[in-house]
């Protein structure tokens, strides 16, 4: 918020100081002053004569603050240049990202995640995500408010909202309207950086035509409530800075706290968010080491300067961090498809209950065995075989609590001794599956899934009255205990072993690779030789013996705090994110994001298309302001080596320190990105995008300097008119709406811009034609004689057709007559979504279906009482 005397900026590129052009000229002069003062803009200056005369007739404006405080603020709000600027930018943003924001009427890319979180927060269902919870939170209030059906579950891309009367636009409103709020962001940041309103303007309405950033507000995704916040910060903090000349004032704390508490916001939306925490880092240790080398500050002050923003922009963003996830666990009190990644203790606060076991484990125990390596779950088998190797029963690891997680521990020889006997380090056992009598076994055949020649197939084996034999033996080798008695004899809980067997001297394995779907997509089970500890740990969660003492001691989990589980929760979403290393169709590398070599593929149907590429205007303009940038910087750091004293009447310190924040913001936002191995994708790169639009803006200021502000006025429009028709030209593919084949190819300024222009018809009266044939095919499918058996038949036949369609890319059929055949002729390929829902703490397997690969979708396994169903429906 400016007031009369705003700064110019630090070394960083925060603004210093904006005053008179006089009291600027006196500072340059100045060889001791290290800061650009009272440097007041031609525009504003006009606008200061013709509305606060008496303001001017003061010599000396420095020591008028209050006067020309007073004077600005007196004058009528509809009298105000700036503010009129920003209503009409404002107002014009509204139109671009609110226009027909509910089309398509279906689920679009990543809606299937975002939304799909919405249902669950209503639902209470604990899920996993990469991502914090506070945008995911928004947008479940959104639809919360407005009658969201939880049942809903926005599972696949093309879901139509209109026949379950699913609140989408409000929710895509929401996205929108932060989307908006971003543009006069920009324009304040600039203006309240010492720029003069044309830069400001510039700079509003480059984010406002720029087709990336529009079509990520128009949807249900993350990004827009991320730049909103990113972008406020920027803000709270270039306001903070103004009013450095009065520290500790109440304005002082005031955007100091803002800052702060933008940092916490911004964090919490994405883990991208800590690329601003970098930036505004970077400037406040810059601004403590000035402050350090100010003699006329004292040590005393110093250590006030320090405290101030260290419990404002290091406490306060992390008390708002921890805040949201609070509230996050206060919703989601309940289990659901993200259990299976987190540990036994944090899923007793989702509503699971354990009973007390006791402590030793004795020989004919029924027991469950859970996996510790990799949260799979429990050791598990059910009446189903392998359909490869042995074609014995499956043996996998399952998430949830279920009968057929229990097991019968007996002696070497297949018998259970008449009284308790404790099974010890050392001891050889065999494991009896209660509900199929079938023993864990393994032998010499090759797992379904591994294909290594150091894993071998376990299975269950059995049948009446055999004893079973020696692949059945299994030693227990106790690896890490909590005291020395757990490590003698096995324990419930404080025992961690493996089971190692003995003729194959292999080790009982799991890691995190699905099986088929012929085992449910549950968690591989193998033996392994040489083989990770991790993955070879396992513990006794429950113990149930008839024999057993009332008095034996007995033990249970403890449940974590807040704390605890938000430390888990936070190391899980690390591993999770870091292990997103699958290839995608539409991911790319770091590399080509400022030349904006490729897109994303949102959605597809009817012959339209969403795709999400930059405005080529934009993106190549703020790419060449970095490039000018750090040429000129190296040019100028080379000719100071020399002993060259390029000053240029003060316009270096103008430009490297004003634009030197923008520079930094964006390196911050942008080259962390290539230390990362997992997908990455082109939004990646929005928000070091925004910053070096504001570069830009400065860069066009600076260059403006010295021109008059007509011909200043006429560079604005001309380059203002060019980005809006770059805009126009490739609105289609951010509002998904109707374009010619010629149109599209004539679009494409790169040839890696892989939008298929095919899809589209040759003229728009195609468009009309094809709306009337579906039109005429539902109506006489309505007037058949036996409509709701015909429908009905017809659509049993064509669903897999359908799915088929979908996958080899061919779009979405429309199963109703000779309409479905026109639409399944002229659709496109469905897009598929980035961001995978994590239902299954499995690892991601990508399936080849077609042209079009699917995102990895970690599917929770289905119930054992489902998969009970489909063992009855196989027989």
Known sequence: MRNGHSSAVDQTGVPVYRGSQAARGSSLNNNNSTATDSRQSLDESREHHNHSKAVHSNDNEDNSRFTKFKSRRSLPWYQSRELQIVGAITLL??????????????????????????????????????????????????????????????????????????????????????????????????????????????????????????????????????????????????????????????????????????????????????????????????????????????????????????????????????????IHFLILHNGGDGDGFMSAPFQMTLGHSLQDSPLSVAYGASVSIRHQGTKGGYLHSHASVYETGSKQQQITLYPHKDTNNDWIIQK???????????????????????????????????????????????????????????????????????????????????????????????????HKVKLPKWAFEQQEVTCMRSAVLAKTTWVIESNIHADYPEDAPKVNYKKPGFLGKFLELNKVMWETNAGLLDSHPYDSRPSSWPLLKRGISFWGREQKHIYLVGNPVTWFMSTAAIVIYVAIRGLLFLRDKRGYNDDFNGLREYYELSGGFFFVAWAFHYFPFFLMDRQLFLHHYLPALYFAILLFSVTFDVACRFIPSRARLVALVLIASIAIYSFRVRAPLTYGSEWTRSECEASKVLTTWDYD??????????????????????????NAEEPAANVDSFERDTEPQEQQAVSEGEGVVDAVGAGAAVAAAAAVAEPVGEDAQITDPAEAKMAQDGEIEPTFDFEVPVEDDEVSENEKNDA
């Open 93 to 326: 943003s509204l139109i671009v990202r609110l226009w027909a924001i509910d089309y398509p009427t279906s689920v679009v890319f990543d809606e299937v995640h975002f939304g799909g979180f919405a249902s669950k927060y209503i639902k209470n269902r604990f899920f996993m995500d990469v991502h914090p919870p506070l945008a995911k939170m928004l947008i479940a209030l959104t639809g919360w408010l407005f009658g969201l059906n939880p049942s809903f579950d926005f599972k696949e891309i093309g879901l139509d909202y209109i026949e379950p009367k699913v609140p989408y636009v409000p929710m895509r409103l929401m996205c929108g309207i932060m989307g908006v709020a971003v543009v006069p962001m920009a324009f304040y940041t600039v203006r309240n950086s010492g720029h003069s309103i044309h830069a400001a303007t510039l700079a509003a309405l480059l984010v406002l035509f720029e087709n990336s950033l529009v079509t990520q507000s128009r949807l249900i995704l993350l990004d827009s409530p991320l730049i909103l916040f990113t972008a406020f910060t920027a803000l709270a903090w270039v306001n903070f800075h103004n009013q450095r000349k009065n520290a500790f004032s109440d304005d002082w704390f005031i955007w100091l706290f803002l800052t702060g508490v933008g940092l916490g916001l911004s964090g919490s939306v994405k883990w991208v968010g800590l690329f601003i925490i970098a930036t505004i880092g970077t400037s406040t240790i810059n601004q403590l080491w000035d402050l350090w080398g100010d003699l006329k500050v004292s040590p005393r002050s110093w250590l006030n300067h320090f405290i101030a923003r260290a419990v404002c922009l290091i406490v306060v963003p992390v008390a708002v961090y921890m805040l949201m996830f609070e």
């Open 412 to 510: 070497k020889d297949g018998t259970v001794p008449e009284g308790l006997e404790y099974i010890q380090h050392g001891d050889v056992i065999r494991l009896m599956h209660i509900t199929t009598n079938k023993r864990l076994h393994s032998h010499e055949h090759k797992p379904p899934m591994t294909e290594d020649e150091n894993h071998f197939e376990v299975s269950g084996y059995g049948f009446k009255d055999f004893a079973g034999d020696a692949n059945d033996e299994w030693r227990v080798e106790i690896v890490e205990n909590n005291d020395e008695e757990s490590g003698k004899f096995l324990h419930t809980l404080n025992s961690k072993f493996k089971l190692v067997h003995t003729n194959m001297n292999c080790d009982l394995f799991s």
């Open 757 to 782: 222009c095919n899809q589209y018809p040759d003229n728009y009266a195609q468009y009309v034609s094809n709306a009337a044939a579906k039109t005429a095919a539902v109506e006489s499918t309505t």
